[in-house]
C-alpha cells in the first residue's frame, strides 16, 4: 500500500496581534505545527523581542526565514521604485518566496489569522500544494476575543501598539498612515531617517518615489505638518469614537486609522504582513 503522503501544518507569525493570537489558539489544537517567522531584515526592533515572548508560550521554536537577499538588492533591481499597494514587491519577494520555498512541494495547512468580522482579502500563497485555512473565521472569533487570548496568555499585545502603530511589518512599510509616521519619527526617529534616505531620485533612472501617498518623508517631517496630522487624527478619533461607542480603545484607534488618507485598497493590508 502506497504510504500516506504527511501533510505539513504551518502558521506563519507577522510579529502581529492576530497571528500571534492564532498561534497561542493553536497551540494545543495542533501540536505538530511549525511556527515560522519570514523577517525582511527591516522589522521593528521590538518584533524580535515579542517573537521571543511568543515562542516562550509556545514551548517551541520560531523558524526564521530570510530570503536569499533582501529589501536593498531587489530595491535596485526595481529601479529605486519604492513598494506601494500597486508595486509590492516586497511581500512576494521577501515574505511570500520564503515561505514557499520552506513548504517546497510537500502538503502544507496554511493557518491564516484573518478574523470573522474582517472581510478583507489579501496576499497569500496561491501554491496548489498550500491550503489556507481561517480558523478564527471558522469559530467566529473577533477582535474583542484575540484582545483576549493575549491578555490571559501573559504574551500581550505587540509591542508597537503601545506607540500608536496598528500594524507589523517592516519599519517603513507603506501602508502607514500618516500619523503612524508621525510615530514612528518620535519613537525610532533613526529608522525615520533610514526611510528618508530612501525617498532620493534613483540615480540610474531618476525614478522618485514617496513611502507615504502625495507627500516625502521630509515633508511630512515638518513641525506644522507635524501638527495638523496630530490634531486631524485627533479629530477623526472623535468623530469614530462618537460615532461607535461600544467599540474598544484598540478598535477606535484602528478605525480611525483605516479611515486616514489612504486608497481604498490599503484597507485590504496584507495577510502576510500584518496580521
Ligand atoms: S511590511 Fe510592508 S514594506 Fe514590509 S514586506 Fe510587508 S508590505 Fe512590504
Redesign the pocket.
Known amino acids: 500500500m502506497a504510504e500516506e503522503k504527511r501533510v505539513r501544518h504551518i502558521l506563519s507569525l507577522?510579529g502581529g496581534k492576530d497571528s500571534a493570537a492564532l498561534a497561542i489558539y493553536m497551540r494545543d489544537r495542533v501540536p505538530e505545527m511549525e511556527y515560522i517567522f519570514s523577517d525582511?531584515g527591516?522589522?521593528l526592533p521590538e518584533t524580535y523581542e515579542y517573537l521571543d515572548r511568543i515562542a516562550s508560550y509556545l514551548g517551541k521554536e520560531v523558524i526564521r526565514l530570510n530570503a536569499d537577499v533582501g529589501?536593498d538588492h531587489w530595491y535596485e533591481m526595481y529601479g529605486g521604485m519604492i513598494?506601494s499597494n500597486h508595486r509590492?514587491?516586497?511581500?512576494r519577494?521577501?515574505?511570500l518566496k520564503p515561505f514557499e520555498e520552506h513548504c517546497g512541494d510537500d502538503e502544507v495547512v496554511n493557518y491564516v489569522g484573518l478574523r470573522a468580522e474582517e472581510n478583507r482579502s489579501g496576499?497569500i500563497s496561491h501554491k496548489p500544494n498550500i491550503k489556507a485555512v481561517y480558523p478564527f473565521r471558522e469559530d467566529g472569533l473577533v477582535l474583542r476575543d484575540i484582545e483576549e487570548i493575549l491578555r490571559t496568555s501573559g504574551v500581550g499585545m505587540p509591542p508597537y501598539t503601545k506607540w500608536g502603530r496598528t500594524?507589523?511589518?517592516?519599519y517603513?512599510?507603506?501602508?502607514q498612515q500618516k500619523i503612524e509616521w508621525v510615530r514612528l519619527k518620535e519613537t525610532y526617529p533613526e529608522l525615520y531617517e533610514k526611510a528618508k534616505e530612501y525617498e532620493k531620485p534613483f540615480e540610474k533612472t531618476g525614478n522618485f518615489f514617496t513611502w507615504s501617498q502625495g507627500e516625502s518623508l521630509a515633508e511630512m517631517e515638518r513641525p506644522e505638518r507635524v501638527e495638523q496630522i496630530k490634531r486631524e487624527h485627533v479629530i477623526r478619533i472623535q468623530r469614530n469614537a462618537a460615532r461607535k461607542e461600544n467599540l474598544t480603545l484598540v478598535e477606535v484607534f484602528a478605525s480611525a486609522d483605516t479611515a486616514e488618507d489612504v486608497d481604498e485598497d490599503d484597507n485590504q493590508g496584507?495577510l502576510?504582513?500584518?496580521l
Open positions: 507577522s525582511t527591516k522589522e529589501f513598494p509590492r514587491w516586497c511581500t519577494a521577501l515574505k496576499y500594524r507589523s511589518g517592516c517603513f512599510c507603506f501602508y496584507c502576510v504582513c500584518s
